[in-house]
């Protein structure tokens, strides 16, 4: 129906975990645990509320670049696609909380940080050009098929009713 977008503010949990998928995807997955803070005031100072802990998952090149910057212990902002899922564990019904990653960084209120692009090579592709500079046409082979007896156009009555009654409309 309608997806739940959150922020979380918290620690890595543990070391972030990157695999490839059977498709060659690079997900990437680790914690994230976000402790609220609530002020005493009986001992005037700030104390502890509860934690989430929230399960982060990464794809692509978020995956990559997560798995090699991002490490235990680290503050960070992750921002993305909240949802939970039910599983079964020792006959038992639990819930998890995840979030699908759409940006992580550095919480750079509690340190600093340093930003280095990655380059990804680029694909070539040698294409042969003509004389005068325009790439080369190598799809002349089609057009022979008259000439090999292959008909260019299907005859009207081939084509079924509604089919004809499409092709007529302009």
Not at 48 to 64: F, G, H, K, P, Q
Not at 74 to 80: A, E, F, S
Not at 120 to 126: C, K
Not at 158 to 166: M, Q
Request: net charge negative; proline share 4%; charged share 25%.
């Amino acid at each position: 129906m309608f997806d739940t977008y959150m922020t979380i503010v918290g620690n890595v949990v543990d070391a972030p975990r990157m695999r490839l998928t059977k498709s060659g995807h690079a997900v990437t997955n680790f914690r994230v645990a976000s402790t609220s803070r609530r002020f005493d005031t009986e001992h005037q100072r700030y104390v502890d509320n509860c934690t989430l802990y929230v399960n982060i998952t990464c794809w692509r090149a978020t995956a990559e670049n997560v798995a090699f910057s991002v490490h235990k212990g680290q503050p960070v902002l992750v921002t993305g696609r909240f949802y939970s899922r039910e599983y079964e564990l020792n006959e038992t019904k639990r819930i998890s909380y995840e979030l699908e990653a759409s940006a992580v960084g550095h919480d750079l209120t509690r340190g600093t940080s340093e930003f280095r692009k990655v380059i990804r090579p680029s694909v070539t592709v040698n294409v042969e050009i003509d004389d005068d500079g325009i790439p080369a046409d190598r799809s002349d082979h089609w057009l022979d098929l008259a000439e090999q007896g292959m008909p260019l156009e299907v005859p009207a009555a081939e084509i079924g009713t509604d089919e004809r009654e499409l092709a007529s409309v302009s």
